[in-house]
Every structure is written in structure tokens, then in C-alpha cells.
């Protein structure tokens, strides 16, 4: 069974503070992908990463898939609260599109 | 309108009781999915259809079923609930890679 751990659990920072994400795994994955959940709504796709080394960027937001392609982290540069909400991270193998999701990382920016 | 929709949106039910949440999609999407969230395990799949006459177990299927009665139709069953069948259901589409998700229905198991 595949599984992705991501760190921290929890996250409680201040506006303009920075912060890291990590999703891990023992697996190799094809592609790894970022959403953002809401509360009351379900998650957004904010980033696919399909090749080791990658990196994205979406305005304050970098992601990046590990060389190895078993992690990828997502940055947040001068957070904002409307940056707070669930982050997943879920992991596609190629051939299907059966994805495989992370444990979450709730994140909270207070003004 | 939302592009895929899920009623109820909130639930409460009796331990032994046959409930039946129900999904549909106007994205024109073949493939359909079911999952379950609690907090700190993340999203798990249940169920998944890659079209009308093809049905998959995912990762945690036991106690329930699911019937695809049309491309943009997807129902989820628990044919006899259970306390810890209380969670957040989603149901989601997907063309390629990306997801879309519903808005969830909270079920609460009593």
C-alpha cells in the first residue's frame, strides 16, 4: 500500500510569515499533485508535478517534487489568511488516474 | 450551477439503516469516484468507475456499494450503517490527472 505523510499536522502562523509543507513517501510516484480544501467545499487542484526536480510556482506558492520522485514540498512566501485551509498532497501512478492522498496539513493565518 | 453535486449535504442516521448518498456531474467526465475523509487519514477511495459498465473496488470498499447509473450519475450505499461510517464523503470527476470534487455530504451515524 502506498501512503504519503505530510508534515506538519498543523499550522498556525501569523500574516506575513513564510512556511513549508512536506509530503512524503516510501513510493515512487508518476506525478504528484497539490490541493486546497475549504471548509463546506471539496479540494481545488492548485499544481500537478510530473518530473523529479520540478518546480512550480503559482504567485506565493512554490512546489517542488523531490529528484528520487517519492516527496514533493510547497512553499508559502508572505502568507495571507486567505491562504488558510486544508493542504493535500495526492500521488498518481501512470495508467490510471487513481490517486493517492496524503494525511492533510490544516493551515491557519491569523491577520 | 456547480459542476458536480452531492445530496444530501448532511445526514444523520441510525446504526443498521440503509443510506444512499448520490453524485452527478455536468463536466461530461467518464470517470467517477468515491472517497471518505477523516481527519489526520486524509481522503480514501471507496469506489471507482472508469465508465457506465465498469465498477472498482478502491482501498476501503467493505460495507459499501455503488451503482453508476449513467455517465454523469454516481450513488454510494451503506446498506447497514455503522457509528464509524461517520465521515465526509466526496464524490469527484476527473479527466487526465486532475480531480473535481463535490462539496461533500457530512454523514453522522448514531
Known amino acids: 500500500t502506498q501512503l504519503l505523510e505530510q508534515s506538519p499536522q498543523f499550522l498556525s502562523i501569523q500574516e506575513g510569515e513564510n512556511l513549508t509543507v512536506y509530503c512524503n513517501s516510501s513510493?515512487?510516484?508518476?506525478?504528484l499533485q497539490w490541493y486546497r480544501q475549504e471548509p463546506g467545499e471539496g479540494p481545488v487542484l492548485l499544481v500537478t508535478v510530473v518530473t523529479g526536480g520540478e518546480v512550480k510556482k503559482l504567485k506565493r506558492l512554490t512546489f517542488q517534487f523531490g529528484d528520487a520522485r517519492k516527496d514533493s514540498s510547497l512553499h508559502i512566501t508572505a502568507a495571507q489568511p486567505g491562504d488558510t485551509g486544508l493542504y493535500l498532497c495526492a500521488g498518481g501512478n501512470t495508467g490510471f488516474q487513481k490517486l493517492v492522498f496524503g494525511t492533510g496539513t490544516r493551515l491557519l493565518v491569523s491577520p | 450551477d456547480a459542476d458536480v453535486t452531492q445530496t444530501p449535504r448532511n445526514r444523520i442516521t441510525k446504526t443498521g439503516k440503509r443510506i444512499m448518498l448520490e453524485c452527478s456531474q455536468t463536466k461530461g467526465h467518464d470517470r467517477m469516484y468515491w472517497y471518505r475523509q477523516d481527519p489526520g487519514l486524509g481522503l480514501r477511495l471507496i469506489y471507482y468507475s472508469f465508465d457506465v459498465k465498469d465498477i472498482n473496488k478502491g482501498e476501503i470498499s467493505d460495507g459499501y456499494s455503488v451503482s453508476r447509473q449513467a455517465q454523469a450519475k454516481f450513488s454510494l450505499s451503506l446498506e447497514s450503517a455503522i457509528p464509524n461510517q461517520t465521515a465526509l464523503y466526496f464524490c469527484?470527476?476527473?479527466?487526465?490527472?486532475?480531480?473535481?470534487f463535490g462539496p461533500g455530504t457530512r454523514l453522522t451515524v448514531t
Open positions: 469527484a470527476t476527473s479527466v487526465g490527472r486532475e480531480q473535481y
Open positions: 513510493s515512487v510516484f508518476s506525478s
